[in-house]
């Protein structure tokens, strides 16, 4: 199969991949309260899991995506898919609350850092057209794991204690992600230890020092950091609130399915207006309307209105996370990708961790998680100033010949 032709392989992989392994690590949400319930953990407890995870996310993004750069994305993804899969078992199994938070947040936090910072950064350097379309597909499947995974763990979960869905949840990754890790290949040019198409007009001798200290690189770290502290508290908590509200399990589940469904066509619609309007002039927009759609769960109780605020919400959370990885592969050269993917990735993972612990401290404080969602609407202004600041590199300017 041509280059051409396998470049469609590796999104299609990118894209699985990412669903599974989003889909691992969100299962805790619909699982929060069955385990509470088993065990007597408090949800705040519980939930610092996730944040425990995103922690352990954030500290190793940058390295796995670095990693991914001199060895290339198979190793590394294969090694996180085994180990997503293992310490899901393991966790299936703990006995103590720190034991959980251990095996659940550190192992399976860093385990799926080793698949996202390096497939995104193999899949944009595949591309050399059809980037943003390309970019926005493999994000749509990372967004599919609320429509797939979560409805799976529900379904096992009303059928099994929390122990054995969560067993049989890690034989479905292992099944999954082992093998299609195995097709993921460097892109082309790297592998030929060419130059990249393009890579003269991204600042193509800038070294990782450099890039590391540009204010392009800091700012897109403090945009997303901001971002996903907004959506980190209204996705893990949207299913308990639902609960809090009176609305049965399954139905809050399908919540959280509607708002992936949604995500799924703003993940593809965000990245085809990038590549008509400017990633950067969409970004400031979504991440304005994000804030608002967060607030908006303050004022939601019924099925019907979760359902509508589930859509907007799911629409533009999802729909500005493209985004990032145009804004990096337009201003970074395609041989340190991984380690600037990893960069704001790491950003990422630290405003995730906000979320978790924040809404069960709200909610096991108040009984009420109106804070949390005002507090989201406050970070979301703040990733909105952020941006705002964003200037691209300057284009190099052509050298005239000599007469």
């Given at each position: 199969?041509?280059?051409?032709?396998?470049?469609?392989?590796?999104?299609?992989?990118?894209?699985?991949?990412?669903?599974?392994?989003?889909?691992?690590?969100?299962?805790?949400?619909?699982?929060?309260?069955?385990?509470?319930?088993?065990?007597?953990?408090?949800?705040?407890?519980?939930?610092?899991?996730?944040?425990?995870?995103?922690?352990?996310?954030?500290?190793?993004?940058m390295a796995?995506?670095?990693?991914?750069?001199?060895?290339?994305?198979?190793?590394?993804?294969?090694t996180?898919?085994?180990?997503?899969?293992?310490?899901?078992?393991?966790?299936?199994r703990?006995?103590?609350?720190?034991?959980?938070?251990l095996?659940?947040?550190?192992?399976?936090?860093?385990?799926?850092a080793?698949?996202?910072?390096?497939?995104?950064?193999s899949?944009?350097?595949?591309?050399?057209?059809h980037?943003?379309?390309?970019?926005?597909?493999?994000?749509?499947?990372?967004?599919?794991?609320?429509?797939?995974?979560?409805?799976?763990?529900?379904?096992?979960?009303?059928?099994?204690?929390?122990?054995?869905?969560?067993?049989?949840?890690?034989?479905?990754?292992?099944?999954?992600?082992?093998?299609?890790?195995?097709?993921v290949?460097?892109?082309?040019?790297?592998?030929?230890?060419?130059?990249?198409?393009?890579?003269?007009?991204?600042?193509?001798?800038?070294?990782?020092?450099?890039?590391?200290?540009?204010?392009?690189?800091?700012?897109?770290?403090?945009?997303?950091?901001f971002?996903?502290?907004?959506?980190s508290?209204?996705?893990?908590?949207?299913?308990?609130?639902?609960?809090?509200?009176?609305i049965?399990?399954?139905?809050?589940?399908s919540?959280?399915?509607?708002?992936?469904?949604?995500?799924?066509?703003g993940?593809?619609?965000?990245?085809?207006?990038?590549?008509?309007?400017?990633?950067?002039?969409?970004?400031?927009?979504?991440?304005?309307?994000?804030?608002?759609?967060?607030?908006?769960?303050?004022?939601?109780?019924?099925?019907?209105?979760?359902?509508a605020?589930?859509?907007?919400?799911?629409?533009?959370?999802?729909?500005?996370?493209?985004?990032?990885?145009?804004?990096?592969?337009?201003?970074f050269?395609?041989h340190?990708?991984?380690?600037?993917?990893g960069?704001?990735?790491?950003?990422?993972?630290?405003?995730?961790?906000?979320?978790?612990?924040?809404?069960?401290?709200?909610?096991?404080?108040?009984?009420?998680?109106?804070?949390?969602?005002?507090?989201?609407?406050?970070?979301?202004?703040?990733?909105?100033?952020?941006?705002?600041?964003?200037?691209?590199?300057?284009?190099?300017?052509?050298?005239?010949?000599?007469?």
């Open positions: 199969m041509n280059a051409s032709s396998y470049r469609w392989v590796i999104a299609a992989a990118g894209g699985l991949l990412g669903c599974v392994a989003i889909g691992g690590m969100f299962s805790l949400p619909v699982l929060l309260q069955p385990i509470a319930r088993d065990t007597g953990w408090s949800v705040a407890g519980i939930s610092s899991a996730m944040t425990v995870g995103f922690l352990a996310m954030a500290f190793s993004s796995w995506g670095t990693l991914s750069d001199r060895i290339g994305p198979l190793p590394v993804v294969l996180g898919s085994i180990v997503i899969a293992l310490s899901l078992a393991l966790a299936s703990a006995t103590s609350l720190i034991e959980f938070q095996l659940f947040g550190v192992l399976l936090g860093a385990a799926t080793a698949i996202l910072p390096p497939m995104m950064a899949v944009t350097g595949w591309f050399d057209t980037r943003s379309l390309a970019v926005s597909l493999v994000s749509a499947g990372m967004g599919m794991a609320p429509m797939t995974m979560s409805p799976l763990a529900a379904w096992l979960v009303s059928t099994y204690d929390w122990r054995t869905t969560m067993l049989i949840l890690s034989g479905v990754i292992a099944a999954i992600m082992i093998p299609v890790s195995l097709f290949r460097r892109p082309p040019a790297l592998a030929a230890g060419a130059a990249a198409p393009g890579d003269a007009g991204t600042q193509a001798e800038m070294t990782r020092a450099e890039a590391i200290r540009s204010p392009q690189f800091l700012i897109l770290l403090a945009t997303n950091f971002c996903c502290a907004t959506h508290g209204p996705i893990i908590h949207t299913v308990s609130y639902a609960i809090s509200c009176g049965p399990l399954i139905a809050a589940v919540i959280y399915s509607v708002e992936g469904l949604a995500g799924l066509f993940r593809i619609g965000f990245g085809l207006l990038g590549d008509r309007f400017g990633a950067k002039r969409v970004l400031v927009i979504g991440l304005l309307v994000q804030a608002f759609g967060a607030l908006a769960y303050v004022f939601v109780r019924e099925l019907a209105a979760f359902y605020v589930a859509a907007l919400f799911g629409f533009i959370y999802a729909g500005v996370m493209p985004l990032y990885s145009v804004l990096v592969r337009e201003n050269p395609l340190m990708l991984g380690m600037v993917i960069g704001t990735a790491m950003a990422g993972s630290l405003g995730m961790a906000t979320g978790p612990i924040a809404g069960g401290l709200i909610y096991d404080t108040f009984a009420s998680y109106a804070w949390l969602y005002i507090g989201a609407w406050g970070m979301g202004i703040g990733a909105f100033l952020m941006i705002m600041m964003f200037r691209p590199f300057p284009k190099p300017q052509a050298v005239p010949a000599a007469a």
